[in-house]
């Protein structure tokens, strides 16, 4: 028996392919500080926590496919105060960000048809497309100049017959890199000029960290049956485990042919509901802490990146990832070795492979993503372990 094409090609995610090192070095007794994954350490807020333990449920029955409608009201007012303007039925409650993204494609998306996204991007835009048949291709951004986007005649070359979507992350994942007026505005005459889809995954709007405004695909005019905002409550309360996310576009076409997925799914989680729609109550002062926290988190982490002899990483703008440039050949070799081969007084780190986040793995041979999650005394020592895993490694590749 054979496996399908679509498995066989579909790649592992570089941020979860190294765990069962990682569980193995743990088994060990080794210390494992957690660079790979961006799941916070801060605690949830108390009102979600609250919602669980005093949810009155007898059953817990199935919800509407769409989502419960008293959630999707509550996001409303949520959306209104960084000017997007929506109603409920504009709004899909999806099992977390990742499956409003499978959503998307699988909507828009014919097997042979083209989506552009930005090299590097994250991991699962690709695995995604792969699996609907889709056929990934890039522009590329670079590391020198902190990722920002090409000029658009770069995405214009890429455009064919076969273009029927842009896909942009923003703040983005994995280089935190926030795009500015003037790019949004040229991404929204090329999506105007061919008439593609703008699918814009913004789950880390509350995390940017320099004055320059935060713009949505939401806030573009002209291309509003275009867009496709994705969004996720994992990131901005804490709770990546409640798997709650949305779709959301004005395109009423593209809402009936989502639900038809969303009903064959049945419906998103209860429970998680019932927390995300608690969350939107989260007091003021927990989310200017939080905001607080991952800034001095980013400043701290950058700034002991590049003191390390040979590593690069320019400062994000927001989200709570950073491409980071490495003194080593091969990142994926790297990466495995600190879990297999390495430890520094008994403990090790954890990042992902930059390889994965690029639709050619060669070009990401050099880099990792690193999340700052973790709190400033264990990026501390995730730094102090990582100079001395550079140092060690750097002699067996001489």
Known sequence: MEISERASNMPQSPIRKLAKYADAAKRNGIKVYHLNIGQPDIATPACALEAVRTANKSILEYSPSQGLRSLRSKMVGYYAEYGIDLSPDEI??????????QF????CLNPGDEIIVTDPSYANYMAFAISCGAVVKSVKTNIEDGFRLPPMEAFEE????????ILICNPNNPTGYLYTKQEMNRLRDIVKK????????????????????????????????NVILVDSVSKRYSECGIRIGALITKNKEVRQAVMKFCQARLSPPLLGQIVAEASISTPEEYMEETYDEYLSR????????????????PSPMGAFYSMVRLPVNDTDKF???????????????????GSGFYTNPEEGKHQVRVAYCL????????????????EEYQKIEQ
């Open 92 to 101: 899909i409650v999806t099992a977390g960000g990742s499956e409003a993204i």
């Open 298 to 313: 980013r400043n701290f982490l950058i700034d002991g990146l590049n003191q390390i002899p040979g590593v690069y990483t």
């Open 375 to 390: 709190n400033k005394e264990d990026l501390a020592q995730a730094l102090i372990v990582l100079r001395k895993a550079l």
């Open 335 to 353: 990466c495995q070795w600190c879990l297999t081969d390495f430890q520094y007084e008994g403990q090790t780190v954890m990042m992902a492979p």
């Open 158 to 165: 890429q455009i064919t017959n076969k273009t029927k979507a």
């Open 104 to 107: 998307a494609y699988m909507t």
């Open 194 to 225: 061919h008439n593609l889809y703008l699918i814009s995954d913004e789950v880390y709007r509350e995390f940017i960290y320099t004055k320059r405004p935060y713009i949505s695909a939401c806030h573009l005019e002209g291309i509003e049956e």
